[in-house]
């Protein structure tokens, strides 16, 4: 029995696993248990920003462990002090609270936001059409994608979903009653779509109008992946909560609301917790990966280099006719094509290079964030080869 077949009979069949058996993974790359190398281009769903195997992180976590490896938020702990000031340092919020998860920081920011309604008697929340914000009930309550929330209903009162991109949908929805609206503002597992310039403008002109707060969730677009710490600063705004998870804890376990100063006194004590979320092992790990990410100028080189990536990616969209479209930000790619993703994914890992597909027609490409000339040219080659096959 291979490690499939023994997940098969042990898992309730929520994943779908891949037909590889990984035993080594190191910088950009995969190792199979034959021994075949793949190049790793959605780095854990956009976790291991850093690749694999960062000698920093590994340090601080073992560093860590020899002092100690839990002991819970009734202490205050050395580095999950650390990397709050580091995280707050470069974003200008005001407080934070540590999760375990993109969607416990979901969860908490809904929360955060509810109590905050209720102090300014403002009970609807909104999510966005086609958006993604996690696996809990709060979070489906925000989402309207039939493949994630069917048969979980009957969902959270006074929850509804403005149409992204759409500002009729804005005008029309959004009253003094509005509580908060959650935005990403790159979606990621609905296809790696951009908001509009003119949708987040007219979103921020009405919280000005009505007092809402916008959450902005940057889950999968934050620390660094659009060529800016956050996917909104492309926008020029600053919205009121911010969740975060996925690459901050280094590879372990790690979420984190932001708030600012007209949240900062919402929550007391007793009013939120977790028993692991702030791990101080992650903590370390997340301080560890943000040095190593200011040292080495990992943002401003994803947002540089990126830059030739669309070049390369819109030349092979006039050539092959398979392409529909490229969109994204940084190093967050989607490539919409005219045919069945699974083939083009399937194809390209048994060329040994690992993308992801969303929905039926788009190509999610997460590289790690220090990806260098050479991987993208592994990358660009293989892609070419599958789409002549494709097209012949």
Excluded at 113 to 121: D, H, Q, V
Excluded at 289 to 315: A, G, P, T, Y
Aim: charged share 25%.
């Amino acid at each position: 029995m291979n490690q499939n077949e023994l997940a098969d009979s042990q898992y309730f069949a929520t994943y779908k696993r891949l037909p590889l058996n990984i035993v080594l993974a190191d910088g950009c790359y995969l190792q199979d248990v034959d021994g075949n190398k793949y190049l790793d281009f959605f780095c854990g769903i956009g976790v291991n920003a850093l690749g694999h195997g960062n000698e920093k992180i590994k340090e601080s976590i073992l560093k860590q462990t020899e002092k100690y490896i839990h002991l819970s938020n009734l202490f205050s702990q050395e580095s999950q002090n650390n990397l709050a000031d580091e995280i707050l340092r470069i974003t200008n919020y005001e407080k934070l609270f540590f999760t375990n998860s993109g969607t416990e920081s979901t969860e908490g920011a809904i929360k955060l936001a509810k109590k905050w309604g209720k102090l300014n008697n403002k009970t609807e929340i909104f999510g966005m059409t086609n958006g993604f914000s996690g696996r809990s009930m709060g979070a489906l309550s925000l989402m309207d994608k039939e493949k994630y929330i069917s048969g979980y209903e009957p969902f959270l009162p006074n929850f509804n979903r403005i149409i992204f991109n759409d500002v009729d949908s804005l005008n029309e929805k959004i009253n003094d009653k509005t509580c908060a609206v959650f935005l990403e503002f790159l979606q990621g597992e609905g296809g790696i779509l951009p908001a509009s310039k003119d949708f987040v403008d007219k979103l921020f002109d009405l919280r000005e109008k009505y007092g809402f707060l916008i959450v902005a969730d940057e889950i999968q677009s934050g620390v660094g992946r659009t060529g800016k710490f956050f996917a909104f600063e492309h926008y020029s705004v600053q919205p009121d909560i911010v969740t975060m998870a996925k690459a901050i804890g280094g590879g372990l376990p790690l979420g984190v609301i932001l708030g600012n100063k007209k949240v900062s006194e919402v929550w007391t004590h007793g009013t939120h917790g977790t028993t692991f979320g702030g791990n101080p092992v992650c903590c370390a790990a997340g301080f560890a990966l943000l040095n190593e990410m200011k040292n080495k100028n990992i943002i401003e080189n994803v947002f540089r280099n990126s830059i030739k990536v669309f070049d390369k990616l819109n030349q092979l969209k006039i050539k092959y006719k398979t392409i529909k479209e490229i969109r994204g930000i940084g190093y967050m790619i989607g490539i919409e094509i005219n045919c069945d993703n699974a083939e083009i994914v399937s194809k390209m890992r048994e060329k040994g290079v690992l993308i992801l597909a969303t929905g039926t027609n788009v190509l999610r490409i997460l590289p790690p964030l220090i990806a260098t000339e050479n991987e993208f040219e592994i990358f660009y080659k293989t892609f070419e080869d599958v789409l002549t096959e494709i097209e012949k």
